[in-house]
T-cell receptor, first 115, second 112 residues
Framework: EADIYQTPRYLVIGTGKKITLECSQT?????MYWYQQDPGMELHLIHY???????EKGDLSSESTVSRIRTEHFPLTLESARPSHTSQYLC??????????????FGPGTRLTVL | GENVEQHPSTLSVQEGDSAVIKCTYS??????FPWYKQELGKRPQLIID?????GEKKDQRIAVTLNKTAKHFSLHITETQPEDSAVYFC???????????FGKGTMLLVSP
């Protein structure tokens, strides 16, 4: 079934650790996004990608980095996690048809807690 | 860049009542306006969207209206049910841009 997958779903780590949040989509979409969201609160765009080898920073300053080596895979990395990084991270994807961007589909999210 | 304001931040209604959530946007070039519903602990999901070439769109109990002159759009939910309880986000995107700008969300509580 076409979907967006995120792993892990929950992660508790200590300060200073390096972590990678995985996002994969089987929807064949060219565009992918990472959002940071405290539960039920505003969605903050932190990174996005138009396609392979394309990455852009979003509106919210973030100490994370992303890569897009394969169309279906868009991992997010924190080199040194801090308690301020505690949040939910949502991955999303969309495709462009006939010159128009279509619906963004969201993954289930990764709930990160940094102690 | 685009700025989207959303009101109210919380809305409590009785089952069967109507609910209206309003958003304003700043960029007159914006032409795509989706609404997302996020239930507790779940991912946001698109419930309805509208493009700037139409003024209103309906899907069963939900409808969206768009006023391009005033740069505002609204979500209308009729005959609300407890399962409508969720956080609702409006968003806007200008043609040629790849990203959505979201409002801060409205928590809708429907009491039985």
């Amino acid at each position: 079934e076409a979907d967006i997958y995120q792993t892990p779903r929950y992660l508790v780590i200590g300060t200073g650790k390096k972590i990678t949040l995985e996002c994969s989509q089987t929807m064949g979409h060219d565009k992918m996004y990472w959002y940071q969201q405290d539960p039920g609160m505003e969605l903050h765009l932190i990174h996005y990608s138009y396609g392979v080898n394309s990455t852009e920073k979003g509106d919210l300053s973030s100490e994370s980095t992303v890569s897009r080596i394969r169309t279906e895979h868009f991992p997010l990395t924190l080199e040194s996690a801090r308690p301020s990084h505690t949040s939910q991270y949502l991955c999303a994807s969309s495709e462009r048809q006939a010159g128009e961007d279509n619906e963004q589909f969201f993954g289930p999210g990764t709930r990160l807690t940094v102690l | 860049g685009e700025n989207v304001e959303q009101h109210p931040s919380t809305l409590s209604v009785q089952e069967g009542d109507s609910a209206v959530i309003k958003c304003t946007y700043s960029d007159s070039a914006s032409n795509y306006f989706p609404w997302y519903k996020q239930e507790l602990g779940k991912r946001p999901q698109l419930i309805i969207d509208i493009r700037s070439n139409v003024g209103e769109k309906k899907d069963q109990r939900i409808a969206v209206t768009l006023n391009k002159t005033a740069k505002h759009f609204s979500l209308h939910i009729t005959e609300t049910q407890p399962e409508d309880s969720a956080v609702y986000f409006c968003a806007a995107r200008a043609s040629g841009y790849s990203t959505l700008t979201f409002g801060k969300g409205t928590m809708l509580l429907v009491s039985p």
